[in-house]
């Protein structure tokens, strides 16, 4: 993977701050200051598009960063001893992709656009110089690590005790959450997913999928029209707790 020089300026002209971003509540600290903020501004590298299909990075690419998800939407994935992918995880925008390589120096999973994307691309090895300045970013991404653990543990729970209605019942929550966690509808949303990545992440065959989303419509639970959910009644959708369990 190609990975644009450190020292490559950006005209003035074309930056976009981070205090101008109407994601930056979700994927930056909020108790970094104005100044500290500027500091942050000087290492990230904004506005990397990607198109649809398109990969950010690559399973033993060299882990040179982080990305914040800009606009669009990202899947990763794993390969299986035989050759078969297996979707690790999903990342809307003001979310941080990239962290699997931190521990290994290389990427243990590939990234891919799920639809034309933007990513703001965040140098690593500047991260962490800036985090000893400004603790608080540093314990926002300990933080962010921290939910990437929890969110492994949680899904492997899923797929190991709960059944199908429960792990799609799951997904609508935690799709939910994270919308309302960027100031959008938690009850009317689009899934930027395919129903194929949707069975492949939760164990699933595609038509176990179909059926189940025909079966929650027929109960009034959901309303589907392509890609677009609207969660009718939630706590019928959410019954014996089972959305709890990927819901951040």
Same mark, same amino acid.
């Given at each position: ?39 942050l501004d000087r290492i990230i590298r904004r506005g ?12 033993? +690419? ?6 914040? *998800? ?13 050759? +078969? ?5 999903? $990342? ?8 699997? @390589?931190?521990?290994?120096? $290389?990427?243990? /999973? ?60 799951a997904l609508f929550t935690t799709m ?9 509808? /938690? ?13 492949? $992440?939760?164990?699933?065959? *595609?038509?176990? *999928? ?13 309303? *589907? ?13 959410? @019954? ?9």
């Amino acid at each position: 993977m190609a990975i644009t020089p450190p020292s490559r300026e950006i005209p003035l002209a074309a930056r976009v701050s981070c205090n101008d971003c109407s994601l930056s509540q979700i994927c930056l600290p909020l108790a970094v200051e104005p100044e500290q903020l500027d500091e942050l501004d000087r290492i990230i590298r904004r506005g990397r598009a990607l198109k649809r299909g398109e990969h950010l990075y690559r399973a033993a +690419d060299s882990f040179e960063a982080v990305y914040a *998800v800009r606009s669009g939407a990202l899947k990763t994935y794993a390969m299986s001893e035989d050759g +078969d992918e297996q979707v690790t995880g999903f $990342y809307l925008p003001g979310e941080i992709v990239g962290m699997d @390589g931190i521990s290994t120096a $290389y990427h243990i /999973s590939s990234a891919k656009a799920l639809e034309t994307s933007t990513v703001c691309e965040i140098p690593f090895a500047h991260l962490e110089k800036l985090s000893i300045k400004i603790p608080s970013l540093q314990h926002h991404f300990f933080s962010l690590m921290s939910r990437e653990i929890q969110e492994d543990r949680a899904l492997l729970m899923l797929l190991s005790k709960k059944s199908a209605d429960d792990r799609i019942a799951a997904l609508f929550t935690t799709m939910a959450a994270r919308q309302e966690r960027r100031g959008l509808s /938690s009850r009317l949303f689009r899934l930027p997913m395919s129903r194929y990545d949707i069975g492949n $992440y939760l164990g699933l065959a *595609v038509e176990t *999928v179909s059926r189940i989303f025909t079966r929650f419509q027929q109960q009034g639970l959901i309303r *589907v029209q392509g890609r677009e959910i609207e969660i009718l009644d939630s706590e019928r959708l959410c @019954g014996d707790s089972r959305l709890q369990i990927i819901k951040d």
